[in-house]
Every structure is written in structure tokens, then in C-alpha cells.
T-cell receptor, first 115, second 114 residues
Framework: EAEVAQSPRYKITEKSQAVAFWCDPI?????LYWYRQILGQGPELLVQ????????DSQLPKDRFSAERLKGVDSTLKIQPAELGDSAMYLC?????????????FGPGTRLLVL | GNSVTQMEGPVTLSEEAFLTINCTYT??????LFWYVQYPGEGLQLLLK?????DKGSNKGFEATYRKETTSFHLEKGSVQVSDSAVYFC?????????????FGQGTTLQVKP
């Protein structure tokens, strides 16, 4: 069964450093999502792509976060500089297309700890 | 705005007990509703979904009915197993924007004891 791949699985960094996360969605999935999950809470959407275009980045802290999906396949989420409050699980998900009834398939996540 | 509220956990049950996890929502338009499950150390997996009022989603013995009149989507299972121990998230997908963006509740931890 096809899965969403993410790397690294774990990342420890010091504040003010740059970090990057990578996501490879299920082949053929046009829609890609990045969510942030703070411990004990539900995931919150950071950015959504439809192919290579950003659909929604309203909750992305654009002063320090950036995301790209250059060829409409895999995606990178970057934080520069990292802050203590960025410690969280970063989840990538994909779906065949966007729409309210579409199932999103999640990767295992990248757990970030900022010291 | 759109929001999802789940019953607070943790919920601790004995094996074979009946499970209910309450979920209510606030939304504009006609959302789709989902239950996702997160096992320790893993990402979220879809458990079941319903896309319109009165639909019942079901999977692996779990079921939930989309109740528009009470804005609820409560998760139930007749007989839980130790392997059901996980965190359960209720979520909605906004019907007015149709982007597919999910809005999650805070999650409910279920622990099933042998």
C-alpha cells in the first residue's frame, strides 16, 4: 500500500538555527498539506498545495516559515530561525484532489525539538 | 468560525466494554466529518467518515452518524479491544470553501485494559 514519506523522523536543533522537513506524497496525489501538531492538541493546517500552487497559507508564520512544492510532487517545509515554541510534530498529508469529502493520507511525521 | 469539540480524556475502559467518544462541531455550509486515529509513534489514519447529514460511517467495528440537528458525530464501538488504545481525533472539512482543509478537535486518548 502506498504511503506518504517524511524525513527526518526526529530533529533536535537549537533556537535560531534553520531546519527543513521533506515530504513525498502518494504518487498521483495532487493535493498536499502540512500540519503542525503541538503535544496534546489536534493538528492545525500550516499550508496547502494544489499541484505546485499554494491554496491556503493563512496560518503559516511567513516571517520564519516557508514551503515549496516546485514540481508539484514532493515538498519542503523550512523554518528559519527556529524558536522554542516551534517544538511540535510536523505532519504531511496528501489526497488525490482537494474537496471537502476527500480522505487525507498522513505520513508518520517529523518530531521537532528546539532547545 | 469552524470548530470541533471532543470530550476530554483520557478514557479508560476494560476490554469488551462499550465505547462512546462525543464530538460536536460548529461549521458554515455543509461540512464532511471524519474520525482519525493515531497510534503511538505513528501518523494519523482515517477511521471513518461521513459526507452528508444522516450518513453513517463505519470501519473495524467503529461507527458514527452525522447528526445535523444536534451538530454531532459521536464515535461508538460495541466491544473495545486492547489494540484500540490510541488517540482519536474528530475533524471537519469546511463545506463552504471546499479546499479540503481539516479542522481537528483536541483528541481523546483511549486506554483499554485487559
Amino acid at each position: 500500500e502506498a504511503e506518504v514519506a517524511q524525513s527526518p523522523r526526529y530533529k533536535i536543533t537549537e533556537k535560531s538555527q534553520a531546519v527543513a522537513f521533506w515530504c513525498d506524497p502518494i504518487s498521483g496525489h495532487a493535493t498536499l498539506y502540512w500540519y503542525r501538531q503541538i503535544l496534546g492538541q489536534g493538528p492545525e493546517l500550516l499550508v496547502q498545495f494544489q499541484d505546485e500552487s499554494v491554496v491556503d497559507d493563512s496560518q503559516l508564520p511567513k516571517d520564519r516559515f516557508s514551503a515549496e512544492r516546485l514540481k508539484g510532487v514532493d515538498s519542503t517545509l523550512k523554518i528559519q530561525p527556529a524558536e522554542l515554541g516551534d517544538s511540535a510534530m510536523y505532519l504531511c498529508a496528501s489526497s488525490p484532489r482537494q474537496g471537502k469529502g476527500e480522505t487525507q493520507y498522513f505520513g508518520p511525521g517529523t518530531r521537532l525539538l528546539v532547545l | 468560525g469552524n470548530s470541533v469539540t471532543q470530550m476530554e480524556g483520557p478514557v479508560t475502559l476494560s476490554e469488551e466494554a462499550f465505547l462512546t467518544i462525543n464530538c460536536t462541531y460548529t461549521a458554515t455550509g455543509y461540512p464532511s466529518l471524519f474520525w482519525y486515529v493515531q497510534y503511538p509513534g505513528e501518523g494519523l489514519q482515517l477511521l471513518l467518515k461521513a459526507t452528508k447529514a444522516d450518513d453513517k460511517g463505519s470501519n473495524k467495528g467503529f461507527e458514527a452518524t452525522y447528526r445535523k440537528e444536534t451538530t454531532s458525530f459521536h464515535l461508538e464501538k460495541g466491544s473495545v479491544q486492547v489494540s484500540d488504545s490510541a488517540v482519536y481525533f474528530c475533524a471537519l472539512s469546511d463545506g463552504s470553501s471546499n479546499t479540503g482543509k481539516l479542522i481537528f478537535g483536541q483528541g481523546t486518548t483511549l486506554q483499554v485494559k485487559p
